[in-house]
Every structure is written in C-alpha cells, then in structure tokens.
C-alpha cells in the first residue's frame, strides 16, 4: 500500500491525467458498444472502430502513459508505442469480424449493422485480409523505426500464418467449417501478442 501511495505521489501529472482519459475513452467505447443511445455496434463499422480504438493504440499508450517515468507525450517512444498498439488492434477486430460471419442473419433481425451485415459474408472476407495487412505492414513499420529484427521476422511469419487462414476463410465462409478459422485467429492473435511482447525484451 506504502509502495503503491509512493508511485501516485511520484508519478508524472500529464501522464496521470492521460492515463485517466485514455482508461475513461476505452471504458466508454467497451460499453456503448452495445449500450444504448450510441449503440456502436449497429452503426455501420462503428463498433468495429471502437473495438480496434479500445483493444489497440489506447490500450498501448495508456500503458505507455502509465508506466513511464517522464513525460512520455513527448518522449521517443510515444510513436513506438502507438504503432505497436495498431496491428493488435486490427487482430482484435479481426476476431470480432470473423465472429460476425454466423451470426450476420440474426444480426440482421436485430438491427446490428455491423460491417459483414453491411458488405455481406462473400464481401467481407476480403475486409479480414485488408486487417490483416494493416496489422502486419504496420508492425514491420515499427520494427523499422525501433531498429528490432525480432518483430520483423515474427510480422513476415505471423502474416504468412494469417494467409493461410484467410485460404481457409476464403473457401469456408458461408459453411460450418469457418469455426477452425475462428480459433485460428483467436489463437494468432494471442500468440502474435506474447511474442511481441518478448521482442521488445530480447530485440535487437
């Protein structure tokens, strides 16, 4: 209790009030995903962005912000921090969108116009490649920026494994057989994450 009163006391104002405002954004975003009136998720990819917003760059930088002993908004790794948060975001809303196949008649009957309800299941799969791209491209960008290896050979490798699911997709996606592709981008999306996190450790 002493130790945590320690860090509150010592911690940058700027951040702290970042910190607070990006925890508010994300807890506000997770609950009008479906609470109404803003109801994201019947807005025609609304709720597909604040997913990505939520589980992505605010997540990064209010870690970011909360952990930094400085002033991190104009510190170098701000933008490091930013961009990592944009290829987890887009796999986050990847799982969303791949979970929004089986359900997109009932959706409809419910009035949540999310983006497979707007483009239709065939439509939609190339929206699942289109994210995983941006999710992969932008994390070779940051590799680049961060000078780390490690990160770039996990994109080249995570993006082909993310291709091969998209084959799969491509193929199943009107079918019974597209629950494997919902595992399988839940699991790259968790595996893509750990590993991540133990390049920036051991990067070079």
Known sequence: MLIGAYIFMNVNPLN??????????????GYFYTAPPLRLVARSGLGELSIFLAF????TLGTGFAVYNGDF??????????????????????????????DMVSDIK??????????GKKN????????????FSSSILSSFLM???????????????????FKHIFKNYDNRELVKSNWNTITLHAIFSILLSLCLIFGF
């Not at 405002?21 to 975003?29: P, S």
């Not at 930013?82 to 089986?102: A, D, K, S």
């Not at 939609?124 to 999710?135: E, G, N, Q």
């Open 16 to 29: 702290l009030k970042f910190t607070i405002l990006l925890t508010l954004a994300g807890l506000a975003l």
């Open 56 to 59: 992505g760059p605010l997540l």
């Open 73 to 102: 908004l104009n510190s170098p790794h701000f933008l490091n921090v930013l961009l990592l948060g944009i290829p987890v975001g887009f796999l986050t809303t990847n799982i969303l969108l791949i979970n929004e196949f089986p």
């Open 110 to 119: 419910t009035n949540k116009n999310h983006l497979v309800v707007k483009f």
């Open 124 to 135: 939609s799969r190339w929206l699942y490649l289109l994210f995983l791209i941006l999710a």
């Open 147 to 165: 000078n780390n290896n490690l990160i770039t050979i996990l994109s080249i490798t995570s993006l082909f494994f993310g291709l091969l699911i």
